[in-house]
């Protein structure tokens, strides 16, 4: 759905094919990284995102236990979306961009997305349509495909397809294209067998029950759950690694959830799935010819740190504005095979991650000393307490792996001869170096630098007499390269940015930067349209 927004957004025509007849009915990702919500601002759907979910006052603490109705071991503060968002606009708080990290369903965000579909006549939506098979023909690919409800075919012919089908993909399948890595990893947590269950809970009368979290984990060495609010009314998703190899059925689901939540607080099973954790797969390639890949069809990651999705979103973008300056004639001849370079070292880096988080949280150890109200079992609590409070604090503030990625072998971006800050989880280092992601400014009150961006390139102009502007706007324009000039006179923009000049593309990513325009400024248009 992003991919199709931002074609639509473009109008640049797309079908968009789903072999369900509406969107997904079942919570999956649930934090939305400030990078997929600053695409969501842009795409005008930030905010409603926000309103859907948890009440703005409502905490998005991560918060450790032995049972819900248990033990305290852990928790790490973090305010409601209302404070974040107020925090964000005042500079301060731990994600310096436009929009905080969200800690929202996906349910709700696929919701906000399928509406926003509708505002693009150019996004043809064809629910209940399942692909069969593609093949290439020259200039074109025929996709063949199936009305699920009555097996009626028809064949699409398409400049290009994107197989954003999900970690089954067939049309991954379909390229020979293979995935790399590691599949079954066993751990205490986040390997293994598990359920997604969405349910509802409330806590019998009298019983001893958390203050409000975003997410609960149960650690005791019966059963390990990831409980996570989702409306903060009592609608929650419960992730629980399935203690007994048996048939999964709504019986084995409610004595599960009873015993992490220690008390009968189960009032109902909405729907339950199973699903795998302890993936880190990565595609072979991001495409052959014509057809690419994009989200879990290229990568399978385990849900610790939150990254399969906003991933998937990222790669949705960068994929995007090339397929539509192709489209609109012009993107060069290297453009699409620049997809791939940018976005699979990135997949293999966030995956590398969230196998860490899942190896740092997953193998957390304990005995059943840490339920008993002994010496013993308050020194077992202090110390998983500690190593679980360390935890959260790096798998849930990571502004370093959502903010601080870069494209470091770009063919659309020259070295500018400046090392690059250290990639780290926590630490995010604000840097225009070409290839990494333009840094954030306010420039008043509510409206970021992002807000004022053009749809494709921008050039920042932050000194200079604006000679080396109109070269650079002479060669983009030979190419019929959309470019905008934004000229900001501030003292902190040119200390953030460190020359007087940044061209920053659509992607919001920066390609180049010089304190006068390039000697070959032709060569600075044609390589960032691929040419
Ligand atoms: C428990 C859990 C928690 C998670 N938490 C997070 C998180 O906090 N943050 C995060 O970023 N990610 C998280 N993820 C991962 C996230 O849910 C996925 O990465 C994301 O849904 C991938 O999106 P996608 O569009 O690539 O694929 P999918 O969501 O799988 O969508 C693929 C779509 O393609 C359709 N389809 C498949 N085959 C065909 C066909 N042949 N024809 C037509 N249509 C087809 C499917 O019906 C589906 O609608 C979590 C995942 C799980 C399981």
Redesign the pocket.
């Known amino acids: 759905m992003v991919l199709a927004l931002e074609l639509g957004r473009r109008s640049v025509g797309c079908v968009l094919?789903?072999?369900?007849p509406g969107?997904?009915e079942a919570p999956?990702?649930?934090?939305?990284?400030p990078r997929?919500m600053e695409h969501l601002r842009r795409l005008g759907i930030a905010r409603r995102f926000r309103d859907l979910g948890l009440a703005p006052d409502y905490p998005t603490d991560v918060a450790y236990f032995t049972r819900l109705s248990g033990y305290e071991l852990a928790r790490l503060p973090m305010p409601g979306w209302g404070a974040a968002v107020a925090e964000t606009a005042r500079g301060e708080g731990p994600w310096p961009g436009p929009e905080p990290a969200h800690r929202g369903s996906?349910l709700f965000l696929e919701q906000v997305l399928y509406e926003r579909l509708a505002d693009f006549p150019a996004i043809e939506r064809r629910f209940g349509?399942?692909?069969?098979r593609a093949s290439e023909r020259g200039d074109a690919v025929d996709v063949e495909t199936v009305e699920v409800a009555t097996g009626r075919s028809k064949i699409i012919t398409a400049d290009y397809l994107v197989g954003?089908?999900?970690?089954?993909?067939?049309v991954r399948k379909g390229l020979g294209i293979e995935l790399e890595g590691d599949a079954g990893v066993v751990r205490a947590f986040m390997g293994g067998s598990?359920v997604?269950a969405h349910i509802r809970l409330a806590p019998p009368a009298g019983a001893r029950w958390p203050r409000p979290a975003w997410q609960y984990w149960a650690v005791n060495p019966e059963i390990r759950a990831l409980i996570i609010a989702i409306d903060g009314k009592g609608r929650y998703?419960a992730?629980i690694q399935l203690p007994q190899r048996r048939p999964l059925d709504a019986g084995y689901v409610r004595e599960i959830i009873e015993r992490a939540a220690g008390v009968p607080a189960l009032q109902e099973i909405i729907s339950f799935v199973p699903?795998t954790a302890g993936y880190r797969l990565l595609a072979q390639h991001y495409g052959a010819g014509r057809v690419f890949l994009?989200?879990?069809?290229a990568h399978l990651?385990t849900?610790t740190g939150?990254?399969?999705?906003?991933?998937?979103i990222d790669d949705a973008v960068n994929l995007a504005w090339k397929l539509a300056a192709i489209a609109k004639g012009w993107g060069g001849p290297k453009l699409l095979a620049s997809y791939e370079t940018d976005r699979r070292p990135i997949g293999a880096r966030n995956l590398a991650w969230s196998k860490r988080f899942a190896d740092s949280v997953g193998t957390t150890p304990a005995t059943p000393a840490i339920e008993t109200d002994s010496d013993e079992g308050a020194r077992e609590r202090a110390a998983i307490g500690k190593r679980l409070a360390a935890h959260a604090a790096h798998e849930f503030l990571i502004p370093g792996i959502h903010l601080g990625f870069r494209y470091e072998n770009s063919p659309l971006t020259g070295p500018d001869g400046t090392a690059a800050p250290p990639d780290a989880a926590n630490e995010y280092t604000p840097t225009a170096r070409p290839g990494h992601r333009a840094p954030h400014l306010w420039l008043a009150s509510g409206v970021a630098l992002y807000d004022r961006l053009g749809p494709e390139f921008t050039l920042l102009q932050l000194g200079g007499s604006g000679a080396g502007a109109a070269a650079i706007q002479q060669a983009f324009a030979a190419r019929g390269v959309p470019l905008e000039v934004l000229r900001l006179e501030r003292a902190a923009a040119r200390a953030l940015y460190q020359r007087d000049y940044a061209l920053i593309g659509p992607d919001q990513m920066v390609y180049w930067r010089g304190d006068d325009a390039p000697a070959d400024a032709a060569a600075l248009a044609d390589r960032v349209r691929g040419a």
């Open positions: 094919l789903n072999d369900k969107i997904a999956k990702a649930n934090a939305t990284s997929s996906q349509w399942r692909f069969e954003c089908d999900g970690g089954g993909s067939r598990m997604a998703v992730h699903w994009a989200g879990d069809s990651f849900p939150g990254m399969g999705m906003n991933t998937g």
